[in-house]
């Protein structure tokens, strides 16, 4: 069963940052995409920033590009979402996600399929 813990959620006041991080098991973090996604109440999970852990590639979304970076902590099996300038669009909740075996292609949004494994997600509001 992979887990993915996800922590850093919270209020915070609009042109702020925060931090999020997801912690995983060795197995999974190696050589494997993984990323954040957000989804609010009636629309459809998004691809925000996805990484490839072995190095050579990461992906925004238009809408937090050069304000939110995606970075990864090799000895703690752990990727971080730093954002930064919040906006109230920016609220959602916060899923961390990775996808099975090794290797993956450059994201982009249709490819939200790849990702079988999930958190439980993580609450960022900003007001």
């Known amino acids: 069963h992979v887990q993915l813990v996800e922590s850093g959620g919270g209020s915070v006041p609009a042109g702020g940052s925060h931090r999020l991080s997801c912690t995983t098991s060795r197995d999974v973090f190696e050589a494997n995409c993984m990323g954040w996604f957000r989804q609010v109440p009636g629309k459809a999970r998004e691809g925000v920033a996805v990484i490839y852990t072995s190095g050579g590639w990461t992906y925004y979304s238009d809408s937090v590009k050069d304000r939110f970076t995606i970075s990864q902590d090799n000895d703690k099996n752990t990727i971080y979402l730093q954002m930064n300038t919040l906006s109230p669009d920016d609220t959602g909740m916060y899923y961390c996600?990775?996808?099975?075996?090794?290797?993956?292609?450059?994201?982009?949004?249709?490819?939200?399929?790849?990702?079988?494994?999930w958190g439980q997600g993580t609450q960022v509001t900003v007001s």
């Open positions: 996600a990775a996808k099975d075996g090794l290797g993956c292609r450059p994201f982009r949004p249709q490819y939200i399929s790849d990702f079988t494994n």
